[in-house]
Nanobody, 126 residues
């Protein structure tokens, strides 16, 4: 079984910073893209930032210049540094990883499939 566990959410004032972490654990053969999504009340889940295994990054326009995604491949961990936070950044943040589990690999399935964390709440408010 594969598990993604997020941490680092909380309440912060506008203009403040938070750092989210997400560690993937379990029987993992390979991880390709890792990313962060968010979902605000009444809205669809949206991509915030993504990073490939080679550390190529992609950001939503709304967070460019404020958020930075990074990863530690040795630890199967992805981070999201969030600076200059705004009230509109308030949402549940979900970690995502496109991965191949060990079980899948040795059963002959080589397709990357998405796995999700349970989500962590980020609230930006004064």
């Amino acid at each position: 079984q594969v598990q993604l566990v997020e941490s680092g959410g909380g309440l912060v004032q506008p203009g403040g910073s938070l750092r989210l972490s997400c560690a993937a654990s379990g029987s993992i053969f390979s991880i390709n893209v890792m990313g962060w999504y968010r979902q605000a009340p009444g809205k669809q889940r949206e991509l915030v930032a993504a990073i490939t295994s080679g550390c190529r990054t992609n950001y939503a326009d709304s967070v460019k210049g404020r958020f930075t995604i990074s990863r530690d491949n040795a630890k199967n961990t992805v981070y999201l540094q969030m600076n200059s936070l705004k009230p509109e950044d308030t949402a549940v943040y979900y970690c995502n990883a496109d991965l191949i589990s060990t079980d899948s690999y040795y059963s002959g399935s080589y397709y990357y499939t998405p796995s999700w964390g349970q989500g962590t709440q980020v609230t930006v408010s004064s």
